[in-house]
């Protein structure tokens, strides 16, 4: 049974900083993992998407959000700087995918249970 947990999240106001981290089963973080998020009334949305050698960042987040991985603490993270409003959603972490940077959430297999982010102005 594959598990995804989630945690990080909080508010913060705008230009701040977060790092989100998703800990994970053993060996997962050898497969393709990804951020996504979704806010109130939107679909949800890939940030990132990761595969050992390469990482994928949604135009909305290059340059500000950067995927980072401890494999001995088998945790994978997101680290948000220069954090803007539109940024708030709850944010999920998610595992195995065979379209990795497609980003499509539906090609997932596996998903944690969220962490919210909320960025005040």
């Known amino acids: 049974q594959v598990q995804l947990v989630e945690s990080g999240g909080g508010s913060v106001q705008a230009g701040g900083s977060l790092r989100l981290s998703c800990a994970a089963s053993?060996?997962?973080?050898?497969?393709?993992m990804g951020w996504f998020r979704q806010a109130p009334g939107k679909e949800r949305e890939g940030v990132a998407q990761?595969?050992?050698?390469?990482?994928y960042y949604a135009d909305s987040v290059k340059g500000r959000f950067t995927v980072l991985k401890d494999l001995a603490k088998n945790t994978l993270y997101l680290q948000m700087n220069s954090l803007k409003p539109e940024d708030s959603a709850m944010y999920y972490c998610?595992?195995?995918?065979?379209?990795?940077?497609?980003?499509?959430?539906?090609?997932?297999?596996?998903w944690g249970q969220g962490t919210q982010v909320t960025v005040s102005s």
């Open positions: 990761t595969y050992p050698g390469n990482t």
């Open positions: 998610a595992a195995v995918s065979d379209r990795c940077f497609v980003g499509k959430s539906a090609d997932f297999r596996y």
């Open positions: 053993t060996g997962i973080l050898s497969n393709c």
